[in-house]
């Protein structure tokens, strides 16, 4: 892999997530409840998070026992008041939240006097495949609390390190995330002799990255079939930036290669300054770059390194560009470089040695001309002091005002950069730079955020090292006023079934150009029309047949941003086995897996009404034997009728609910 690779591997550009637009139709996605168990015998004032929660109502699935009162309401926060009753049966609920979009649900427990609260869980619990997560749990009576006592669901998460506190109102946990562990959303139940609590927590991939870009470069009016290789690639979405060139055909056929189509306008004009690739999955964004050239034109897009020594000694270049086949040769002037090996490997890569002579004159910048049949084309080769540092690129060269993103710097003596403060930027000082560390001798990283009111332009780029030595990329960057944002009005359907493809609306705005992903696990994204217009997106979504019930999320992503709007999908109904007879004894139960509670309903009809004609019984294992007292509560719903219907709703990990169908059953 060449440098250029390794370095565009990491170019990472800011993940801007913005919220659907007001109003709009989208399926809500409750997060998380906190405080996320409580004491019964009193009362809790809780915050549920996620998105789409405006305008909700709420419901509570479960023993008895739970009063929920909605106090106030947002797209981001549902503030509720919880009453625990006295006499209530210690254990989980669901609440959820039913909007016009559809249901979401978050668990909470009740428990006795002394049993575990938790009150809080920082930072929020959201892991990455094959990377640890620590989080800090505050609330109370959590002193008892050891690795032993959790378990998670799904496969390839566990909690193997607890610290709690002497007082019991913090635990330090450590989740240990297997590289292949489940994808979506677990559930994890801490559970000690005094009770449970059962918390949310979603696995993701790690975000994507791209190691190489064939080709780099494209013809003006041209249409190019790209390949980006990489890493996490699964479900990726291309854009590109800039007006003129079209993406179209975007696939993933592997998690190394995303495959797409470049159509290049003919009124696009050649430019020394890349277009920049972005890539998105749920996890995050990365950026390669791409080049507008003349048809058919010798073009050096970059060199690596662009400078040297005057020692003597060989460096190894790289030329990269489009047109560089039928090399006639790499000349510069005679004097202080003397070019050797000179060895054409494609289109679109030459390698050579450049030795620069141990008088050469320092600060200096050298021409190096690519002679081919076609033509020819300059590249530019510097020579510096002996330990002095040297910025050959800044990529990204660009970026929106309002966004945050990490920038690399590409070029020579860069590994005694200081750490944190060494990268800064000329002029106002609303473009922040952070986190500087070396990556290699010739690559330093820089977490770069730009305010959203900064000036637009271009800023020098400074590096210093902690010898105090710096150099100054004139004009390395540029800050730009970005477009229009995408904004989602709806979503149609916004719930899908797995095991087939189902064609997708997204209306709404400043979609041009744009691409979109599907969040979750077991989701593909094919065929994806963008209108004209901008104002209507249609694409074909495929979940798997085993993809796990969700929340998930429509993301539209163009140049200037993403936006989001929430979809779910639903598990199959649960296989149910009930008893003919409703009497003392009688048993209910429900076959297979990936269900984790259990409400068993006896109705006078299959509507199942909320009232005296139904009666509820809650149940974790998905078995239960009728008691004396709940065979007389199903007679008494039954009243003077000889038969009635019973159902059993289940409960998923990621809590959605599952329907049986109702079945006749005989007193």
Same mark, same amino acid.
């Given at each position: 892999?060449?440098?250029?690779a390794?370095?565009?591997?990491?170019?990472a550009?800011?993940?801007?997530?913005?919220?659907?637009?007001?109003?709009?139709?989208?399926?809500?996605?409750?997060?998380?409840?906190?405080?996320?168990?409580?004491?019964?015998?009193?009362?809790?004032?809780?915050?549920?998070?996620?998105?789409?929660?405006?305008?909700?109502?709420?419901?509570?699935?479960?023993?008895?026992?739970?009063?929920?009162?909605?106090?106030?309401?947002?797209?981001?926060?549902?503030?509720?008041?919880?009453? !625990?009753?006295?006499?209530?049966?210690?254990?989980?609920?669901?609440?959820?939240?039913?909007?016009?979009?559809?249901?979401? $649900?978050?668990?909470?427990?009740?428990n006795?006097?002394?049993?575990?609260?938790?009150?809080?869980v920082?930072?929020?619990?959201?892991? +990455?495949?094959g990377?640890?997560?620590?989080?800090?749990?505050?609330?109370?009576?959590? $002193?008892?609390?050891?690795?032993?006592s959790f378990?998670?669901?799904?496969?390839?998460?566990?909690?193997?390190?607890?610290?709690?506190?002497?007082?019991?109102?913090? !635990?330090?946990?450590?989740?240990?995330?297997?590289?292949?562990?489940?994808?979506?959303?677990?559930?994890?139940?801490?559970?000690?002799?005094?009770?449970?609590v059962? !918390?949310?927590?979603?696995?993701?991939?790690?975000?994507?990255?791209?190691?190489?870009? *064939?080709?780099?470069?494209?013809?003006?009016?041209?249409?190019?079939?790209?390949? !980006? &290789?990489?890493?996490?690639?699964?479900?990726?979405?291309?854009?590109?930036?800039?007006?003129?060139?079209?993406?179209?055909?975007?696939?993933?056929?592997?998690?190394s290669?995303?495959?797409? +189509?470049?159509?290049i306008?003919s $009124?696009?004009?050649?430019?020394?300054?890349?277009?920049?690739?972005?890539v998105?999955?749920?996890?995050?964004?990365?950026?390669?770059?791409?080049?507008?050239?003349?048809?058919?034109?010798?073009?050096?897009?970059?060199?690596?390194?662009?400078?040297?020594?005057?020692?003597?000694?060989?460096v190894?270049?790289?030329? *990269?560009? =489009?047109?560089?086949?039928?090399?006639?040769?790499?000349?510069?002037?005679?004097?202080?470089?003397?070019?050797? %090996?000179?060895?054409?490997?494609?289109?679109? #890569?030459?390698? =050579?040695?450049?030795?620069?002579?141990?008088?050469?004159?320092?600060? #200096?910048?050298?021409?190096?001309?690519?002679?081919t049949?076609?033509?020819?084309?300059?590249?530019?080769?510097?020579?510096?002091?002996?330990?002095?540092?040297?910025?050959?690129?800044?990529?990204?060269?660009?970026? %929106?005002?309002?966004?945050?993103?990490?920038?690399?710097?590409?070029?020579?003596?860069?590994?005694?950069?200081?750490p944190?403060?060494?990268?800064?930027?000329?002029?106002?000082?609303?473009? *922040?730079l952070?986190?500087?560390?070396?990556?290699?001798?010739?690559?330093?990283?820089?977490?770069?955020?730009?305010?959203? +009111?900064?000036?637009?332009?271009?800023?020098?780029?400074?590096?210093?090292?902690?010898?105090?030595?710096?150099f100054?990329?004139?004009?390395?960057?540029?800050?730009?006023?970005?477009?229009?944002?995408?904004?989602i &009005?709806?979503?149609?359907?916004?719930?899908?079934?797995?095991?087939?493809?189902?064609?997708?609306?997204?209306?709404g705005s400043?979609?041009?150009?744009?691409?979109?992903?599907?969040?979750?696990? $077991?989701?593909?994204? #094919?065929?994806?029309?963008?209108?004209?217009?901008?104002?209507?997106? +249609?694409?074909?979504?495929?979940?798997?047949?085993?993809?796990?019930?969700? %929340?998930?999320?429509?993301?539209?992503?163009?140049?200037?941003?993403?936006?989001?709007?929430?979809?779910?999908?639903?598990?199959?109904?649960?296989?149910?086995?009930?008893?003919?007879?409703?009497?003392?004894?009688?048993?209910f139960?429900?076959?297979?897996?990936?269900?984790?509670?259990?409400?068993?309903?006896?109705?006078?009809?299959?509507l199942?009404?909320?009232?005296?004609?139904?009666?509820?019984?809650?149940?974790?294992?998905?078995?239960?034997?009728?008691?004396?007292?709940?065979?007389?509560?199903?007679?008494?719903?039954?009243?003077?009728? #000889?038969r009635?219907?019973?159902?059993?709703?289940?409960?998923?990990?990621?809590?959605?609910?599952?329907?049986?169908?109702?079945?006749?059953?005989?007193?």
């Amino acid at each position: 892999m060449t440098r250029r690779a390794s370095l565009a591997a990491a170019l990472a550009a800011a993940w801007l997530v913005v919220p659907a637009r007001a109003g709009a139709v989208c399926a809500p996605a409750a997060s998380g409840i906190f405080p996320a168990s409580g004491i019964a015998g009193t009362s809790v004032v809780a915050t549920i998070s996620g998105s789409a929660l405006d305008g909700g109502v709420l419901s509570v699935l479960g023993d008895p026992g739970l009063t929920a009162t909605l106090q106030s309401s947002a797209p981001a926060t549902l503030t509720v008041r919880l009453d !625990l009753d006295a006499a209530a049966v210690p254990g989980e609920r669901l609440i959820f939240v039913d909007t016009p979009g559809g249901s979401t $649900g978050v668990s909470f427990t009740i428990n006795a006097a002394g049993g575990p609260v938790v009150d809080g869980v920082s930072p929020a619990l959201i892991a +990455t495949q094959g990377i640890p997560l620590d989080v800090m749990v505050t609330g109370a009576n959590l $002193g008892a609390v050891t690795p032993a006592s959790f378990t998670v669901s799904g496969a390839g998460v566990s909690v193997t390190s607890v610290t709690p506190s002497p007082d019991g109102t913090m !635990l330090t946990l450590e989740f240990t995330v297997d590289a292949a562990a489940d994808l979506g959303t677990h559930a994890v139940t801490l559970a000690v002799p005094t009770g449970s609590v059962v !918390l949310q927590l979603y696995v993701q991939r790690p975000p994507p990255t791209i190691t190489a870009v *064939h080709p780099a470069a494209g013809d003006v009016g041209a249409t190019s079939s790209l390949t !980006l &290789t990489g890493t996490n690639l699964s479900g990726a979405a291309l854009v590109i930036t800039g007006s003129g060139i079209a993406v179209s055909d975007a696939a993933t056929p592997d998690d190394s290669t995303l495959t797409a +189509t470049l159509t290049i306008g003919s $009124g696009v004009s050649p430019s020394s300054e890349p277009r920049l690739l972005i890539v998105t999955t749920e996890s995050g964004q990365t950026t390669s770059e791409f080049f507008v050239v003349a048809p058919g034109v010798p073009t050096v897009t970059g060199i690596e390194p662009g400078a040297g020594e005057p020692n003597g000694t060989p460096v190894a270049v790289i030329l *990269h560009g =489009l047109h560089l086949t039928g090399l006639v040769g790499v000349t510069t002037p005679p004097g202080d470089l003397t070019l050797q %090996n000179v060895t054409p490997v494609d289109d679109e #890569t030459i390698r =050579l040695d450049v030795v620069v002579a141990p008088a050469a004159a320092t600060s #200096t910048d050298h021409v190096l001309t690519v002679t081919t049949a076609a033509g020819s084309t300059p590249a530019t080769f510097r020579v510096i002091p002996a330990g002095s540092p040297f910025v050959g690129a800044v990529r990204p060269p660009f970026g %929106n005002r309002g966004s945050t993103f990490t920038i690399f710097l590409q070029g020579v003596n860069l590994s005694l950069v200081v750490p944190g403060s060494g990268v800064s930027v000329s002029g106002d000082p609303k473009v *922040h730079l952070s986190n500087a560390a070396a990556v290699d001798a010739r690559t330093v990283r820089a977490t770069m955020g730009i305010d959203a +009111t900064a000036a637009a332009g271009f800023r020098d780029v400074t590096v210093q090292l902690t010898n105090t030595k710096t150099f100054t990329k004139a004009s390395g960057f540029r800050v730009n006023v970005p477009g229009q944002v995408p904004q989602i &009005t709806d979503v149609s359907p916004n719930v899908v079934p797995p095991g087939a493809t189902t064609a997708m609306t997204v209306t709404g705005s400043n979609f041009a150009g744009g691409a979109v992903v599907v969040t979750g696990p $077991g989701a593909t994204v #094919t065929n994806t029309v963008v209108d004209p217009s901008g104002t209507l997106i +249609t694409f074909d979504l495929t979940l798997v047949p085993d993809a796990p019930a969700e %929340n998930r999320a429509v993301i539209v992503v163009t140049e200037n941003g993403t936006a989001r709007c929430g979809i779910a999908s639903n598990p199959s109904p649960p296989t149910f086995v009930p008893a003919k007879l409703a009497k003392t004894g009688a048993l209910f139960t429900v076959a297979g897996t990936g269900f984790r509670l259990f409400t068993f309903e006896f109705s006078v009809n299959e509507l199942f009404t909320p009232g005296l004609r139904t009666v509820a019984f809650a149940d974790a294992d998905g078995s239960l034997t009728l008691s004396r007292l709940q065979a007389f509560a199903v007679e008494r719903a039954f009243r003077e009728r #000889t038969r009635g219907f019973v159902r059993v709703r289940a409960v998923t990990p990621t809590n959605r609910i599952g329907v049986s169908a109702a079945q006749a059953l005989r007193r």
